[in-house]
């Protein structure tokens, strides 16, 4: 009865805005389509606001889960045209608080203990109030400043009733309209399930803040406020106080002597940081969520709060992704298909030809402007829809990814207009990929692989032993496994090969490492006689077993 309440709710606020423009109603069996074509919101006169605004409002008025989903959905370009996406960037959480007699009783039932034993001082007025969560000033027993984030009482009931009818939705879109298929709506309503749960769950935003404070600890870049976890549980949240001015709040930094390029500068440096060197990123950068530390005006720091949406890329997906900006930058397009193949972000079957071509389309008049006019976030929106043409799978760790530069770059420009991102990325970038491929990347490769591949290679002959014996006792005596037992034998001994290079290179690079701080006289000097033995061993296991095969 409840879940059919809330139906009705949104089909008044569907006929009110008149939302039915955005029905595929020519695809839409014969029954829907009748019933939308006699629908009641026909009545309804049309709002003279355009369809942006519209949507906006109903999200706005059918409350916090409806809020959230738009804001994830103002980043999906490929779901939305741009107007629309615009208009729901907007979107506000115009919730009001919840009283703060609840909010003492919810961390009193947390904690297991009376609020006036826990803090000297706890104030009941809520300095914030948001969709999933409010927050509340407090004083710990030793003195220390901190905000109390409180979950809001019964938001979970709420966010399974509204979560249903997505799915529901979701459901219909996917099975009538003819994109349906391509856009996977059940998988966008699925990443933002996913999504708002993290957001309901303190200890995992908890744990987000401390690991981004460890990556951050001593910056001259960024703040992370400390973590109480003694205070901490799934529905409380205890932080550090943190003081400073909004970055929104452009006139008071100017009134404080902030130096407002070095600061968009820093912007670009954090999330290039987080992205590459960490493989973690504050995913909710938005400007309620970022201040300004403006003790030392000319060397200003950021200080971030709400940990609630973290974002992590793969190995490969980091790798891949920094080779296809860098040939971007370089106008290399055919490299661009290629990797896109690679990484398995398009079919294996596309035509790289093709695939090239388009990308050229997209790019080539965006490069004709000069660099500081280029929006990094909307190029990165025109790629994604170009690959989407050639039946590119949703990627749920770039569409964070391109949701966090977005705004990103959109709070850089706010505060130097003429930040010119793509300068101060490539070097980035650049010096990345050569720690990545050079002599210290390999080190550090080795260093991390070598235990796993010592602790498996005394089993590598008796797999490949049993598995060529599988084969001669198969019966078969055909071409295809005589060429299949040869080629195991060719991948045997090629593996091999790459062992005793790998050994001998790892040697070599180690050497080559230590002589970079040292002159050879003195290397030899300082250099263990265990150590130069090592490398003589694994030159002569190389060069004997060499000359062997």
């Known amino acids: 009865m409840t879940r059919l309440q809330r139906l009705f709710r949104i089909a008044w606020v569907f006929c009110r805005y008149r939302l039915d423009i955005f029905l595929p109603l020519a695809e839409l ?48 370009r490929d779901l939305l045209p741009d107007d629309m996406a615009l208009s729901l960037k907007n979107l506000q959480d115009r919730v009001p608080p919840f009283p703060g007699e609840v909010a003492q009783g919810i961390i009193e039932k947390s904690l297991g203990a009376p609020v006036e034993e826990l803090f000297a001082q706890f104030s009941k007025e809520p ?37 249903a009818l997505l799915y529901m939705m979701a459901g219909l879109l996917e099975r ?35 690991q981004l404070r460890r990556n951050f600890e001593n910056s001259s870049l960024i703040y992370i406020p400390s973590i109480d976890w003694d205070y901490t549980r799934k529905s409380v949240l205890v932080m550090e106080r943190i003081h400073g001015i909004p970055i929104a709040d452009i006139p008071a930094l100017k009134e404080a002597g902030v130096d407002l390029k070095v600061l968009a500068e820093k912007g670009v440096e ?11 990123f ?42 296809n900006l860098l040939a971007f930058f370089r106008r290399d397009y055919r490299q661009v298909a290629e990797l896109h193949i690679q990484s398995g972000w398009v079919p294996p079957d596309t035509r790289v030809n093709e695939f090239e071509a388009a990308i050229r389309t997209v790019c080539e008049p965006i490069f004709e402007k000069p660099l500081k006019d280029i929006s990094f976030g909307h190029f990165l929106l025109r790629l994604f829809q170009t690959a989407r043409r050639f039946n590119m799978e949703v990627q749920p760790q770039l569409v964070l990814l391109q949701k966090t530069l977005l705004n990103v770059e959109g ?26 491929i050079g002599p210290s990347g390999l080190i550090k490769s080795l260093q991390s692989h070598l235990p796993a591949w010592l602790e498996q290679s005394p089993e590598m002959p008796q797999l490949v032993h049993d598995a060529l014996v599988q084969l001669r006792n198969s019966g078969s005596n055909d071409q295809s496994s005589r060429a299949t037992l040869e080629l195991i034998r060719e991948n045997r001994a090629r593996a091999d ?14 050497v080559a490492w230590l002589s970079l701080d040292h002159d050879l006289a003195t290397l030899a000097q300082t250099m263990p006689v265990h150590g130069w033995a090592l490398l003589a061993v694994a030159a002569w296991l190389v060069v004997g077993r060499e000359r062997k095969n």
């Open 411 to 436: 709070l850089g420009r706010q505060l130097y207009p003429d930040l010119d991102l793509w300068s101060t990325a490539q070097p980035f970038l650049e010096t990345w990929m050569r720690k990545r």
């Open 282 to 323: 504050h995913a909710d950068m938005h400007p309620g969520n970022i201040f300004v530390d403006v003790s030392n005006p000319a060397d200003p720091k950021y200080i971030a709060i709400d940990f609630g949406i973290v974002g992590t890329l793969a190995p490969d997906d980091q790798s891949y992704l920094a080779r």
């Open 176 to 210: 009538y309209w003819s994109e349906g298929r391509r856009l996977h709506p059940v998988e966008v309503v699925a990443d933002y399930d996913s999504t708002i749960h993290d957001e309901l769950d303190q200890q995992r935003e908890a744990a987000n803040a401390s």
């Open 29 to 76: 069996p014969l029954p829907l389509k009748l019933f939308f074509l006699l629908a009641p919101w026909h009545l309804f006169p049309q709002p003279k606001l355009d369809r942006g605004d519209r949507l906006r409002l109903a999200f706005e008025e059918l409350g916090p889960v409806f809020v959230k989903f738009g804001q994830i959905l103002s980043t999906r």
């Open 127 to 163: 300095m914030a109030s948001a969709s999933v969560a409010q927050v509340h000033a407090a004083t710990l027993r030793d003195g220390r400043e901190v905000v109390v984030k409180v979950i809001r009482p019964g938001i979970e009931r709420v966010i399974r009733q509204d979560l």
């Open 497 to 510: 090969r790459r062992w005793r290079r790998g050994l001998a290179a790892a040697a070599l690079a180690g």
């Open 270 to 280: 954090i999330f290039f940081t987080q992205v590459f060197r960490d493989s973690f």
